[in-house]
């Protein structure tokens, strides 16, 4: 800011025979007072930079603090439902397990009962048939009884008529 204001005053800065020094014209009484009054606001700009500085490192150490605690949340959050999805899917599995365990033996069950069926059907018919050659036979014993003993005793035609 002051080689602006010394521009201003139309002041020239010169070489001297120091390589890389500026020196400057002394400047008048009131011209010292600018420039230490010019010196105060530098400061007093650079103190404001400094704290505008401190406070945007603050809120960003802030935001950052923040962010970190919100994605150890959401990590720990992705872990929960990995683990919950995990502990989801050994229960289906396992159930699943058990629901085919039953359906194998309700199948099991089934075909045994069919055996068991087809095995008194076929009871069952052999049963009929006997019982119809039981009967034929029956019939067949009935009419040879009524042959041999209508033929030999006439009066027992009578009898058995009122018998049958």
Known sequence: MSLIWM?????????????????????????????????????DVFRDMEKRARETEARAHSLCTSALERLRLAEARAEAAERAQHEFTVTTERKLQDACRALEQAQCCIEAQKDKLTAVELRAEVA??????????????EEAIRKRLLCANPRADGRLATVA
Do not use: I, N
Not at 14 to 30: C, H, I, N, Q, R
Not at 128 to 141: D, F, G, M, P
């Open 128 to 141: 009929e048939t006997e019982a119809r050659q039981a009967k034929e036979a029956l019939a067949l014993v």
């Open 7 to 43: 521009a201003q005053r139309g002041s020239r800065a010169t070489v001297g025979g120091d390589e890389g020094v500026l020196s400057f014209p002394s400047p008048a009484p009131d011209k010292g007072a600018t420039a230490l009054d010019l010196v105060h606001q530098a400061a």
